[in-house]
């Protein structure tokens, strides 16, 4: 499953029909709760998840700017025997996609939440390509500070995330300099975004955990005016 994450329950359904009573599903979809929102549909023991550093950019219909190779990391959504993940995986290798498989695959997906909170929403707004975030002193503090609140809600529900996630975050930017993100694709072409998902969901979680997030907010106040104003004259 590819699909945008206000799309997921849907498609699940749709996906939960395809798979039968012992097909897998796998989402390498951005943000939170995709997982769970296809676990309505499906067997959790029975969904791969995961995240992908592959970028792209979407030129029009059937056409597609490959814009970045990276490692695409796989895990079963319930802790379970991992041999089908790695089946998966080696799938995936033949076809010449790098792909690791990991036990606790949430700590994967928090790791690449952290990369879009810092990048996403910024450059959708801005309408900047990922690179030119580095330029200016002033858009690399609002992705630092972004991230470190996201670190924060992490730390604070005991998960495991990378320390160097800021840092983490300006190398992708830099590695994929050429792409504009998925985020900012959504927005050139007036479609919903997954904010609710991405830095949305950073501001869900910290408020049911108490901690202030007023950049990831404030982000996410601006992205949710901007795409409801979509399509107007």
Partial sequence: ???????????????????????LVLTLQNGLGNADQIAQNVDSRRIVAGTTAYGATMLGPGKIRHAGIGLTTIGMWHYHDSHRAHDVANLFANAGIETQVVADVRRVIWDKLLINVGIN????????????????????????????????????????????????????????????????QDVDNQRLTEIDAINGAVVREAKRLGIEVPVNRTLTALIETLQAHFNEK
Avoid: C, Y
């Fill in 1 to 23: 499953m590819f699909v945008k994450s206000v799309h997921t329950f849907a498609a699940a359904k749709t996906a939960a029909t395809l798979a039968g009573e012992k097909g």
């Fill in 121 to 184: 929403a910024i450059t959708a707004l801005t309408r900047i390509k990922n690179g030119q975030l580095l330029d200016l002193t002033q858009s690399i503090w609002l992705s630092g500070a972004a991230v470190k609140e996201a670190m924060a809600v992490a730390v604070a529900q005991d998960l495991p995330i990378r320390q160097d996630a800021v840092e983490h975050v300006l190398a992708v930017a830099r590695a994929t300099s050429g792409n504009r993100s998925s985020m900012g």
